[in-house]
Each structure stands twice: as structure tokens, then as C-alpha cells.
């Protein structure tokens, strides 16, 4: 049985650029980095006037954010499993990197291969 969890944070107030694709990127690859984890692929969106999507396809599932700068407002999904792999851990190098005034966060645990308990 496996057991994975999944963040979905909703950001706040944030103080980066969230209209900079290379800033989110670059978050969201340093934070597979400090799981651990393998990318496989990058998918970039920009919309007009403002906002862009990142998603990275890792080994160990995906990150990916939505930006909404004209109100200071990115979705977050940091799904990671493996042993080992933390996904709280690649939030806070988000977290660092975004500066949000204030965050939700909601955790979803998954179990693979059996019942949930």
C-alpha cells in the first residue's frame, strides 16, 4: 500500500512578479529539487493580459501553479510520492520564493493499492 499526500494551496497577497514565467519556473523547479524529484517535462501557458500556467511533469506526479497577478492570487497543486519525498518541503522553497501575505492550504492523502484506513 502506498500512501501519497497532495497539497492544494491558494496564495495570497504575494509579493514576486506573478506574471514572470521564469520566476515561477524557477520555483517550481527548485522546489522538485529539494524533494528530490525528476522532471520530465514543463508545460508553459501565458494568457493575455496577465497570468501564465506552469506545470511540471515529475516522475513522482506534478507540480503546477495558476497565476492570477492583477489580484496578487496563484493555485498551487504540489502532488509528490516516493519515499522520501515531502511535499511540505517543496512549499516552503514556494512559499520563499512567492512571498505570499497569507495562504490556505488543503491536504489530500491518497491511498494507492488498498483501502483507505
Known sequence: MLKISQLLIDLYGCQADLDDEDLLISALEAAAERVGAKIVRRITQRFQPV??????????THLSIHTWPERGYAALDIFICGEGKDPEAAWGVIQERLE??????????????GRRA
Open 51 to 60: 497570468g501564465v500556467s506552469v506545470i511540471l511533469i515529475l516522475s513522482e
Open 100 to 113: 505570499p501575505s497569507s495562504f490556505k492550504a488543503n491536504q489530500l492523502d491518497r491511498v494507492i493499492g
